[in-house]
C-alpha cells in the first residue's frame, strides 16, 4: 500500500526503526541543543536558577528555625533549681546518685542597662552534657576565681575586651577570653569557673534517662523534668518545596512558549526528516529529547551552583538565625528531588510542542509557512472544580486561628492549578471584544486569542507572578490587622523608652513597687542626664498598673494621664465618663474576646476579675508603634477598680534618628540607676513590607512580559515581514508590540489578583472585615493600573524595528 508523501508516515504497520533509530534520533537532538543552545538559553538559565534557588532556600529553611535540643546540650532531660532552695546541694547529689551522669549548669540575672540584661554563668566546658551550648571564640576559658570570659554581645554592651578589668558586683574579675552559646548566640552571658557563684539564682540539671529511670525518682517540690520538643509545626523543607514547585511551574510556563519558538524554527528540518520516513514518534522524540538535554543541563548546573553558594554562605548565615550553622546539615533527599522536578518540568514543558509540530503536515512543514491556528475547545470546569477545591481546602485550614496544616500548601497548589487552566480561556474574550478597535490593536488581540497555544504561557506566568505578590501583601496586611495580637514596628528611628526599675519588657516582675523619694531623685537625675546627652527636652512620662492587663498582656497598658493625653494633643474632655479603654489601635473597637483583666495577679494567690467588651475610644492622634502608649486605661478606670498607680517610664523623642553612641551612652546611664532602655528594632511597618512584595511582583512579571513577547513576535517575525511588505509603518509595529505586552499585563494582573483575593477571603474566614480593614489601594493601582501601562509603555519603546528581510523567508 503506498503512502502519501505530504503526509508523515502512520505508526500503526510501519516499524519506527527501534532502538537503533531512537538512539540516533536522540544523538541528533543532543548536536541540536549543542548548535542552537543560544535559543535555549532562557529556559536553561531558568531552570539553573530554580534548583539553586531551591537548594538555597532548603539549606536556608532548615537551618535557620533554633535547634530542636537548644538549652539542653546532648542532654535529653533538664531540671530547673532554684538557687534559694536551702537543700539545693542534697538535690543535685540525689540527681547525681540516680541518673549517675549529670551536667550542673549555674546562674544569675544582672542588669546591663538594656531591657535584655545578662547573666552570670558557672558551667565546666568539658562537661559530660553541656559541651554544644559553649564554645571558646578567642582566649582562654577561666580557670581562677579572678577570671571571667563574656560573649562578644556583652561586651560590646559593656565595652569590655580581653585584659580589661570588670567589676561585677564590687568584684573584680579579669576578662581572659571570648565564649559564645553554639546553639543560642543571642545569649548574652559572662561564664566563671566552676564553683564560683557563691549565690545562684538558678541551677540548670542536665541528664540522660530512660522513662522507666525517670518514674522511679521523686524530683523536689515545682522542680519537673523537661525534655527538648520537636516542631509539630509543617517541615521548613516541604515549605521550600512547595515554593520550589510553584517557582517550576511558573517556570515551565515560560519554558512552554520557548520550545514552542524553537519547535517553529526547526519546522524545516524536521519537515526534512519526516520526508525520509520519520513517525511522528520519532518527530515528538527529537523534541522531548531537547527537553530533557534542557533539564538535564540546567538541573545540574543550578545545583552545583546552589551547592557552592550555601558552602559559602552558611558561615554568614549564623549571624542571621542566632545559632551555628554547618554547611553539611543539608537536606539530600530535597535537592535531588529539585534536580528531578527540573527534569520532569522541562521534559513535560516540550512534550505539548513536541505533539503540536508532529502534527504539521510535510509539505506545509517543508515551505516554511506558519501553521493556521487550530480551533481550541477546552472547558473551563476543570479550573472552576480545582479553584473550588483549592478554597475548601484552605477554608478547611481553620484559618488564622490555627497553625499552618497541609490544607494550606494543597489548597494554594489546587488554586493555582485552577488559575492556569482558567488563563488561557481569557483570551477568548480579547478576540470577541477587539471588533470595534483600531486595525493594529484588532489585529493584536485576536492574534492572542487565536494562538493560545504560544500566548496561554504567557497569561498564566504573568497572572502567577501577581498571584503571589498579592498573596504575601494581603497576608502580611491581615498579620499586621490584629488588634489582640498586635504586631509592627515598636518604636520610631528618633524615639527611645527609659523604663523605671522592675517595669521593662520581659522583666517578669508582676508587682513592681513605687520608688521612694530618694530612689525617685536618682531616677530624675539620670533621665536628666539622658535627655541632655540626645539634646532632647520631648519627654513624656508614663504610669502603669501592674493589677491590670488587656487579653492577657499588661505591657502597653498605660495610664491616660492628663499630661499623657495633653502631650498627643488631647483634650481630657473628650473623652468619655465612662470610657475604660483609649486607644490608637484601629478595629479594636468591638474586636470579639476583648476583655479587661484587674486583681491581684499574684501566681501564688491570683484573684482575676474580667470586664468583656470594655467601653473605649479610638483616637487617631495617639503613636500606633507597638512599645508606644498606643492602649490606655482611663483614670475613671483606676479608680472605678481601685488600681494602684506606680511609675513606668519615660518616652523621649529626639530631633533625628538616634546614633549607636547615643544609644549606649544612654543604656549606660539607665544601667546606673537600674532602668533599662528600648529603641527601635528591626521589624519592618506594613508599608514598607507590602510595597516590597508588590514591587518584586511587578518586576517579576515585567520580566516574564519580556521574555514571552520577545518569544512571541520572534515566533510571529513571518507576519511582522509580510506587515511591512504591505505598507505597515514603524508606529503599527509599535502598537502591535505594546497592546500585546499591554493586554496580557491586564488580564493577568486581574486573574491573579482576583484569585488572591478569593483565597483570602477564604483563609480569613469570619475574621475578614477586620483582617481587611486597610485595604492596599496603592498596591491594588500599582498591579491592576501601572503593570500593564508599564507592560505597553516598554513593548512600544523596544519595538518597531523593521525586519532586515521582507521580500522572502530567510533560510536557516
Known sequence: MSTNWLTRPAEVGIGNGGAPARRAVVRWAWRLFRREWRQQLLVVTLITVAVAATILGADVAVNTPPQWNAGFGTADHLVMLSGSDPHLAADIAALKAHFRTIDVIESESFPTGTVLGGQLRSQDPNGPYGRPMLALVSGHYPTGASEVAITSGLASTLNLHVGDRWNEKGRGLRVVGLVENPQNLLDDFALVAPGQLSSPSQVTVLFDASASRLATFSFPFGAAPVTPQRSNGINPAI????????????????????????????????????????????????????????????????????????IAYAPHLATSVHHRVSWTEQPWWLIATAMILALVTATLASRRPARAIAQVPVIAALSGRPAPPRSVHRSAYPGIILLGVGTVLLALSGGVGRGLGVEVPLGLLATVAGLLLLGPLALEVLGVKAWRAPVAVRIALRDLSRYRARSGSALAATSLAVLIAMLITLVATGRYADVLDYFGPNLPSNQLIVYAPGNGPGSGNTSPTAPDAK?????????????????????????????????????????????????????????????????????????PRLALLYGNFQ??????????????????????????????????????????????GWVIETPGSLTPLQINTARQTAAAAGMTIETKSDDPPLDELRND??????????????????????????????????????????????????????????LGTVVAYLDAAVFFGSQLTQRMSHVPVLDLVLILVGLPVVAAAGGWLFAGREPPAIAHQPLE
Request: charged residues 10%; positive net charge; glycine residues 10%.
Open 239 to 310: 515549605i521550600v518545596l512547595v515554593i520550589a514547585v510553584f517557582g517550576l511551574i511558573f517556570i515551565g510556563l515560560v519554558a512552554v512558549a520557548g520550545f514552542t519558538v524553537l519547535a517553529q524554527r526547526r519546522r524545516r528540518s524536521l519537515g526534512m526528516f519526516s520526508s525520509l520516513g520519520a513517525t511522528d514518534r520519532n518527530v515528538r522524540l527529537v523534541m522531548v529529547a531537547n527537553g530533557v538535554v534542557v533539564g538535564v543541563v540546567g538541573a545540574l548546573i543550578g545545583a552545583v551552583i546552589g551547592l557552592g553558594a550555601w
Open 519 to 591: 530612689q525617685t531623685a536618682l531616677l530624675h537625675d539620670r533621665l536628666n542626664t539622658i535627655t541632655t546627652s540626645l539634646d532632647s527636652h520631648d519627654v513624656v512620662a508614663l504610669e502603669s498598673s501592674a493589677n491590670v492587663a488587656v487579653n492577657g498582656n499588661s505591657t502597653n497598658a498605660y495610664i491616660a494621664t492628663p499630661a499623657l493625653l495633653r502631650h498627643y494633643g488631647i483634650s481630657p474632655s473628650a473623652i468619655d465618663p465612662t470610657t475604660l479603654l483609649v486607644t490608637s489601635r484601629p478595629g479594636l473597637a468591638g474586636a
Open 603 to 648: 501566681a501564688s494567690n491570683p484573684n482575676i476579675q474580667a470586664v468583656m467588651s470594655p467601653k473605649l475610644q479610638t483616637f487617631s492622634s495617639l503613636p500606633t508603634d507597638t512599645s508606644d502608649p498606643n492602649l490606655l486605661i482611663t483614670t475613671y478606670a483606676v479608680h472605678k477598680f481601685k488600681l494602684p498607680v506606680t511609675p513606668a
Open 693 to 750: 512584595a508588590t514591587a518584586a511582583g511587578i518586576l517579576l512579571a515585567l520580566g516574564v512580559l519580556a521574555m514571552t513577547i520577545g518569544l512571541i513576535r520572534n515566533e510571529t517575525e513571518g507576519d511582522l515581514r509580510t506587515l511591512t511588505a504591505v505598507g505597515a509603518n514603524r508606529r503599527i509595529r509599535r502598537t502591535l508590540t505594546a497592546t500585546t505586552a499591554g493586554a496580557v499585563g491586564l488580564l493577568g494582573a486581574l
